[in-house]
Nanobody
């Protein structure tokens, strides 16, 4: 049974920083890619950043220069360092992983989300 658990969200003032974590657990054979998505009230879920098992990284234009995605492959854990936060970054942030378990083909999994609120 595979689970993704996000942590690290909270309330910060504009210009502040947060670091989100996503831990994958269960019967995992390999992780092809992981990513962060976010969804603000009344808006569609959008890509924030992704990272492949080989270290290739992709960022949304809105967060380039402010956010940094990273992975600890040995621990199956992904991080998102968020600096210079803006009120428009306020959203629920979701962890996503495309992975292969011991008994399945490659599938996508989602975490439950963690709330990030940036006050003005």
């Amino acid at each position: 049974q595979v689970q993704l658990v996000e942590s690290g969200g909270g309330l910060v003032q504009a210009g502040g920083s947060l670091r989100l974590s996503c831990a994958a657990s269960g019967s995992i054979f390999s992780i092809n890619a992981m990513g962060w998505y976010r969804q603000a009230p009344g808006k569609q879920r959008e890509l924030v950043a992704t990272i492949t098992s080989g270290g290739r990284i992709n960022y949304a234009d809105s967060v380039k220069g402010r956010f940094t995605i990273s992975r600890d492959n040995a621990k199956n854990t992904m991080y998102l360092q968020m600096n210079s936060l803006k009120p428009e970054d306020t959203a629920v942030y979701y962890c996503n992983a495309a992975l292969r378990s011991i008994v399945t083909t490659i599938l996508e999994y989602w975490g439950q989300g963690t709330q990030v609120t940036v006050s003005s």
